[in-house]
């Protein structure tokens, strides 16, 4: 078997993964294939509330997410005079530009206004997850942000530290440190590079919680060939390939985009934004669909293991 390729005919090594709510689109208009817009306060918590219910209980933020911290503060200040089911709430350092020789004493007091202006909106006392939002603050200021997470955590202000990241490197780095609890990377159909480089099992066997985002690349194994704009023009190929699959197999191209991450091993959760509450029903229900064939899994395992990464990198595509 090559490096890192899954074997899909053995038993997931964990249960499935868990869904956890991203919730960017509740706070700006997010996605390509984005077609309605941000859904108004009233709708937010309607599908807060709804997720919720399905057991849905991690709720993912940040502040680079216009409205979205301040959304989820007042729709949990409002569900605690009715219930003392709380989800976990997951936010994020935004990128820290500060000169590299800052002294550690300054930074820890720019990280820690940070995560006390995010606390504040969302109204909580301490957080369950807190990331750095862009990879480079892993090797920047000397790796001294991540000491800084450290000691918030050790003071109970951060329950699990973890990092948004793109790359197989720094994916390495986030293992090399051995300071994180859990890690949010993209991986879907077009974007493999994790699976095939071994680095789900590496993050695993160190007991690194794996989040998965983008299962729908910003939506756009979603989209309609003829939909697809100008800028996008040259993803046709992959797109019509990926499509052919789902038609010859008789699967819906979400349920193959969604259930192919979501039959990963490894994985701990799936952050799946949504617009609308249908969409948000729609993926809660295909968490209990049957495992796709593994013929079907291998098929695209194969012909998409090296997309470019023009295709598979939203922020190539302007």
């Known amino acids: 078997m090559k490096k890192g390729l899954l074997s899909m005919d053995h038993v997931n090594q964990k249960n499935h993964p868990k869904l956890t709510l991203g919730t960017v689109q509740l706070g700006l208009k997010y996605g390509i294939a984005n077609k309605t817009g941000r859904p108004n306060e009233q709708e937010s918590a309607e599908i807060l509330n709804y997720a919720l219910l399905k057991n849905v209980t991690e709720f993912d933020t940040a502040p680079d997410y216009g409205e979205s911290e301040l959304l989820i503060g007042r729709f949990l200040q409002e569900q605690k005079k009715h219930s003392q089911n709380s989800p976990k709430i997951f936010s994020k350092l935004p990128d820290v530009k500060m000169a590299d020789t800052t002294s550690y004493p300054e930074l820890l007091q720019e990280v820690e206004r940070n995560l006390r202006t995010s606390l504040n909106k969302l109204a909580i006392p301490s957080i369950d997850g807190y990331s750095l939002h862009h990879e480079r603050n892993l090797t920047s200021h000397q790796g001294k942000l991540i000491e800084c997470l450290v000691t918030l955590k050790k003071q109970g202000l951060i329950k699990n530290i973890g990092a948004s990241v793109y790359t197989p490197e720094a994916v390495r780095q986030v293992i090399e440190s051995g300071c994180f609890d859990m890690i949010q990377v993209p991986i879907n159909v077009f974007n493999q590079q994790l699976i095939h480089a071994g680095l789900l099992a590496e993050l695993s066997k160190h007991h690194i919680k794996i989040y998965v985002r983008s299962v729908y690349l910003q939506g756009l ?96 595509w302007k």
């Open 221 to 316: 194994l979603l989209m309609k060939i003829d939909e697809l704009p100008d800028q996008l023009k040259f993803a046709k190929k992959w797109l019509g390939s990926f499509h052919e699959i789902a038609s010859e197999n008789k699967i819906d191209p979400s349920v193959l985009a969604f259930c192919f991450i979501r039959d990963l091993p490894q994985i701990d959760s799936i952050v799946i934004g949504c617009e609308t509450l249908s969409q948000l029903k729609n993926n809660i229900n295909m968490m209990t669909l049957p495992k796709l064939p593994t013929s079907v899994v291998h098929q695209l395992m194969e012909l998409f293991r090296d997309v470019p990464e023009r295709v598979s990198n939203p922020t190539l």
